[in-house]
């Protein structure tokens, strides 16, 4: 058995999974922009507790209600862009 010579994603007993280069790419950037964004959530949430002097209830209750909100408006979005697509196209 040959072992590859890409960048594998495991090590299974010896044998390698070879994941295509574009794939990869694309699993590190997503994973990047998770940290990135859970570090800028965490700065945000330390600022506004230090230094708005806001509780720490009051600022889950604002990221929560955030959160629900824009996911309601990216669900009506894509719905929206689904059921139109069609008639733009005509």
């Not at 699993?27 to 806001?54: S, Y």
């Amino acid at each position: 058995m040959t072992r590859a010579k890409t960048p594998c994603l495991a090590n299974i007993t010896g044998l390698m999974l070879v994941m295509d280069p574009i794939t990869a790419f694309r699993i590190r950037q997503v994973i990047a922009i998770v940290v990135a964004a859970l570090v800028t959530a965490a700065a945000i949430r330390h600022f506004a507790h230090v230094n708005g002097g806001l509780a720490r209830e009051e600022i889950r209750s604002w990221a929560l209600t955030f959160a629900a909100s824009l996911t309601g408006i990216l669900l009506v979005g894509a719905l929206f862009s689904i059921f139109f697509r069609g008639k733009r196209q005509k």
